[in-house]
């Protein structure tokens, strides 16, 4: 008995599927997990604590179950030398779990105002300390900033996507400038990093996910004399340059 012509590609199609779909279902009961327990550990451990001894493990369990391999290219910056902020380009929904592995102490971010109503991941975000932004009025957005300004100066590290989303084609947006006026305010050693292969396996707007190998590179740190004389448009083109260069 002869198949139809295109039986082999269905085939492969709907065990693609299948896998796609018990990757993503070990991912998000991996992670649900993770962001609860978390929740009930920040009521008894120190933060710092936790990074090193829940944030990071979970992360590295929650790319594992996607299928994910890692490589962290680079030289870590030294925790005692912070803080920093670090400034990503963004691929997919999987660069935050590799972020939470590869960064080596605790870090904290900013986030869109409707992320926080998510039930579990926006308790998480609150909990954690990450700051939502919210661009519905000026007085709210300049609330958000001073807050983030207020982590810097109590010693915390801040983790922005400058593009503000996750690429639809997977190669570089512009950046948005308001990372580029908390340097200025703030005058912090930035390190540029760079995510490869986020993309490929995970695309925005789809449920397909593709077992493969993501890779994260610390960059060369910018030190505050190196752009304290750049206004916010010139620092801005320097970083869109530094990553667009290192994703080439």
Known sequence: MRLPKNTGRLIIWLLT???ALILLSAFFCAAVICCALYMVLLLFLPRKFLWRFWVRPCGWICLKTLGQQVAIEGDRPDPASGPYLYLLNHQSLIDAFLAGYAMPHRITGVGADKYFKLPIWGWMAKAHGIVPISNKSHEQAIASIRKIEGAFKAGESLLIFPEGERSK???LQEF???AFHL???VQPVIIP??????????RRGSLLVRPGTITFKFLKPIMPEEYQDLSVDELKKKLEMT???ALN
């Not at 990093?193 to 995970?202: D, L, N, T």
């Open 183 to 185: 340097a200025k305010n």
């Open 243 to 245: 990553i667009a260069e």
């Open 176 to 178: 948005k400038k308001g």
């Open 193 to 202: 990093c760079v995510i490869r292969g986020a993309y490929e396996s995970w």
């Open 169 to 171: 084609t997977g190669r």
């Open 17 to 19: 599927a299948l896998r």
